[in-house]
Every structure is written in C-alpha cells, then in structure tokens.
C-alpha cells in the first residue's frame, strides 16, 4: 500500500480539533478527571473494509461536581460547544429505567457526545473524527515458495496452491473483501494466510501422499492392472 497525500494530515488535523475540544469540555464539566487516562494518540481502523478507514475515536467518564444537576451539566455543555461554532443538539434517553440527558456536538463531520443523569454523578464522553482512507490498495500476490524447478527432489508441488505456499484464495492476507467492500475471514485459511494444505511449503512428500492426493497428479496414478 502507499499513503494518500494529504490524508494523514488532514485526520491528525482533525484528531486535534477533537482533542482540544475534549479536554476543554473535560475540564469545564468534570474538573476532578484525570486527563492522563484519555487516549488520543494514535488513530485506529474505524471500518476493515479494503482499504481499511482510520478515525480517531475515545470513550471518557468523569463525575459531576457535587451540587452541580445532570440538567445544568448538560446547558453548560451546550453553551460551551455553541461558542466554540459547534452545531449542538440537547435530547432525553433512556438507559435501561433510567433517562439520560444527551448533548451532541457536530463541526467537519467531527462527533462529541455527552451523556449525564440525575440517577448517578457519572458523565460520560464519547467522541470521534469522520473515518478516513489513509493508504491506497496495491495488493500484490506473493511470488511462489516453490516452482517446478526448485521443487524438492522426491516432492511434487502443492495440489491446492501449485507451490504458493500462501493461501491461494486470499493470498496470504488471511481476508478477503467481501460485496460491501468490507474485510472478512478467508474461509480457505481460516485467516491463518498459509495453504491449508502444504502449511506454507509448497510442495508435498510424495511418500506421504495419501490415495485421493495421488490422483491430483497424473504421473503418479498407479496404470489399471
């Protein structure tokens, strides 16, 4: 694979939106949290499909100030995202029995949710940056472990991989892309990447051929007494 230009850039450009925000929010709402626990280092795959998406992406909790209502939590949120220039939604949801005060924030297809209720003084963060295409998709097969010229003497080549080795069905990617473009497990390896039936040789002990594996290479079928 090689990098698309520009699109590290831009979701490390976007991550930092995020982070900034995160933090002030974090400190405004829940001063007692402990910032060193959120982890906005790296991007990670948002979506296996071929090529993978990347995002940055997080979950937080903190507590709500003592004295301080779910309710004025939740307008203090809205506030601060609104004078920051995000677009902001307020709603109700229920967890189980309980209703849960929802702040959404939106800016660059950047997500921030904030979620609170008068039921317990936990407030959780939930965020994330659109997922992006980072590496353009340039698969090539491998060459093969074995060929007929360099097939060990009293060997033949693998019958399911002609002396790949890998998995002839994926190519030792271990996944193929199924019709949504979305990665899933090759059901010829079972995603361990080797040919299931030479484990990776190439090529077979004629000695330890079975009958029905004799009958994939005609020079070795016994002739009709």
């Not at 949290?33 to 903190?62: K, M, Q």
């Not at 929802?102 to 994330?128: D, F, H, K, L, W």
């Not at 190519?171 to 199924?178: I, K, M, V």
Request: with cysteine; proline share 8%.
């Amino acid at each position: 694979m090689s990098d698309i230009p520009g699109a590290r850039d831009e979701l490390h450009r976007l991550g930092g939106i995020l982070r900034t925000r995160l933090v002030e929010l974090i400190t405004a709402l829940t001063p007692a949290a402990d910032l060193r626990l959120l982890f906005l280092n790296d991007p990670t795959i948002a979506d296996w499909s071929e090529p993978p998406r990347y995002h940055y992406s997080v979950v937080f909790r903190g507590e709500r100030p003592a004295g301080v209502t779910a309710a004025a939590l939740a307008e203090h949120a809205a506030a601060l995202l609104g004078a920051a220039g995000w677009a902001v939604t307020t709603s109700e949801r229920m967890a189980g029995e309980q209703i849960r005060l929802v702040v959404a924030g939106q800016r660059e297809g950047i997500g921030i949710e904030i979620r609170t209720g008068e039921n317990n003084s936990g407030v959780m963060y939930e965020a994330e940056t659109p997922s992006l295409v980072l590496e353009t998709s340039d698969f090539q097969r491998p060459d093969p472990v074995r060929t007929p010229e360099t097939v060990t003497p009293g060997y033949v080549l693998c019958y399911e991989c002609d002396g790949l080795g890998w998995c002839p069905e994926c190519g030792g990617r271990g996944w193929l892309a199924g019709p949504d473009g979305k990665r899933r497990r090759c059901p010829e390896c079972n995603s361990e990447r080797v040919c299931p039936i030479c484990r990776g040789g190439g090529e077979l002990a004629i000695s330890q051929l079975q009958p029905f594996q004799r009958e994939f290479y005609p020079e070795l079928r016994r002739a009709p007494e």
